[in-house]
């Protein structure tokens, strides 16, 4: 059982680059969510979803752009990087109807460097 | 609004001594209460809830309705706690857009 699954692990851009981290999991879980975490400021969320085709905006969405498609995959684009958005992002995803389960499962993180 | 503070940004102790972590909450309706810990260079991962009344690793956690609170305890700290902890409170749509505070970092001297 994978959990969740977040690549890539490291990423550089350039500014104005785009890029789309993936994040993906297989507990069936409805809901998804991306954090992203700066020294700080501790976790805040960007985008979140409540099951496939279903998407909101979270504490700090601009920059960013995500879809769901399916229940196990939510990506994260970042539309024109931009130093501010130098930062390390977290995929989450929890509860499953069968299991009523509400603990939250964390990917590994995503380090994003912006220059 | 949802609102998390945890007014300990970092917290040093030495080994053996106790620890708590505080946390306050604002939030609509009865939320579930959790704490998610991260050791250096792992996932974050849950701690313990407060419906499950359980010791995890020593730790406890007792919630306080009349005063918004839950704070994190252990008797005795030991350096394998030494780690960044988080405060989260969530309910019904929220479970998927958890609400943190600013997390405390916690370090254990030998």
């Known amino acids: 059982n994978a959990g969740v699954t977040q690549t890539p692990k490291f990423q550089v851009l350039k500014t104005g680059q785009s890029m789309t981290l993936q994040c993906a999991q297989d507990m069936n879980h409805e809901y998804m969510s991306w954090y992203r975490q700066d020294p700080g400021m501790g976790l805040r969320l960007i985008h979140y979803?409540?099951?496939?085709?279903?998407?909101d905006q979270g504490e700090v969405p601009n920059g960013y752009n995500v879809s769901r498609s399916t229940t196990e995959d939510f990506p994260l684009r970042l539309l024109l990087a931009a130093p501010s958005q130098t930062s390390v992002y977290f995929c989450?995803?929890?509860?499953?109807?069968?299991?009523?389960?509400?603990?939250?499962?964390f990917g590994q993180g995503t380090r994003l460097t912006v220059v | 609004a949802q609102r998390v503070t945890q007014p300990e940004k970092l917290l040093s102790v030495f080994k053996g001594a106790p620890v708590e972590l505080k946390c306050n909450y604002s939030?609509?309706?009865?939320?579930?209460l959790f704490w998610y810990v991260q050791y250096s260079r792992q996932r974050l991962q849950l701690l313990l809830r407060h419906i499950s009344r359980e010791s995890i690793k020593g730790f406890t956690a007792d919630l306080n309705k009349g005063e918004t609170s839950f704070h994190l305890k252990k008797p005795f700290a030991q350096e394998e706690d030494s780690a960044m902890y988080y405060c989260?409170?969530?309910?019904?749509?929220?479970?998927?857009?958890?609400?943190f505070g600013q997390g405390t970092i916690l370090t254990v001297h030998p």
């Open positions: 939030y609509s309706g009865s939320p579930e």
């Open positions: 989260a409170p969530a309910g019904g749509t929220s479970y998927g857009k958890l609400t």
């Open positions: 979803s409540v099951g496939a085709g279903i998407t």
């Open positions: 989450a995803s929890s509860y499953s109807r069968n299991s009523l389960n509400t603990e939250a499962f």
